[in-house]
């Protein structure tokens, strides 16, 4: 079985100040791992992936992760935070196809950026 | 044009009643789903469909049956809503099993 654990279900950072918003992930198999992202009485937006490869991916609107085998790890990152950003943030792993492809949650996490 | 559109966008019924919420991709791909976001946002996969064919059912209420015409389709028909049923439902897409999924805007199902 698959799992994601977010820590803080909500962050707050300044304008322009680093943003860390931490994913754990569980699975038995070798994962893919998502960010998402949603803005207010809206779908999710895919912000970036990590499913083989280079274990640092680049994502849109300036975020980062990096996958972490040894930590189970999947932390989203970005340098400047800019107003623009708060939102409520998801982070999901599946098994790569072999469960129909169906995407496990975390709790999510909430962003909010002061001016 | 938008991806993965869903209509509607609000739904507000009674209990008791029967409702249905479409979901249409433009994006060519294979594979469909219908997510559920409860209250506190937590989001769970209801149904996935593949070429037409329903390859995971997670453990939902048989009153919610999903249908898939074609590959572009997947709509969901609730019946005997409840009010435990208010949420939003979110209907996805992607190229296959192992691809990123795109989501359309939500529909937002209140019961009263």
């Known amino acids: 079985a698959q799992s994601v654990t977010q820590l803080g279900s909500h962050v707050s950072v300044s304008e322009g100040a680093l943003v860390l918003l931490r994913c754990n992930y569980s699975?038995?198999?070798?994962?893919?791992l998502f960010w998402y992202v949603q803005y207010p009485n809206q779908g999710l937006q895919l912000l970036l992936k990590?499913?083989?490869?280079?274990?640092l991916v680049k994502g849109i609107n300036g975020f980062e992760a990096e996958f972490k085998k040894s930590e189970t790890s999947f932390h989203l990152t970005k340098p400047s935070a800019h107003m623009s950003d708060a939102a409520e943030y998801f982070c999901?792993?599946?098994?790569?196809?072999?469960?129909?492809?169906?995407?496990?949650f975390g709790q999510g996490t909430e962003l909010s950026v002061k001016p | 044009d938008t991806a993965v559109s869903q209509t509607p966008k609000y739904l507000v019924t009674q209990m008791g009643n029967d409702k249905s919420i479409k979901c249409e991709q433009n994006?060519?791909?294979?594979?469909m789903y219908w997510y559920k976001q409860d209250s506190k946002k937590f989001l769970k996969i209801m149904f996935s469909?593949?070429?037409?064919?329903?390859?995971i059912n997670e453990t939902v209420p048989n009153r919610f049956s999903p249908k898939s015409p074609d590959k572009a389709h997947l709509n969901l028909h609730i019946n005997s809503l409840e009010l435990g049923d208010s949420a939003v439902y979110f209907c996805?897409?992607?190229?296959?099993?192992?691809?990123?999924?795109?989501f359309g805007q939500g529909t937002r199902l209140t019961v009263v």
């Open positions: 996805a897409s992607s190229q296959d099993r192992d691809s990123e999924a795109f």
């Open positions: 699975s038995s198999v070798p994962p893919y």
């Open positions: 990590y499913t083989t490869g280079a274990t």
């Open positions: 999901a792993v599946s098994d790569g196809g072999n469960q129909g492809g169906k995407l496990i």
């Open positions: 994006l060519g791909h294979d594979t």
């Open positions: 469909y593949n070429n037409k064919e329903l390859i």
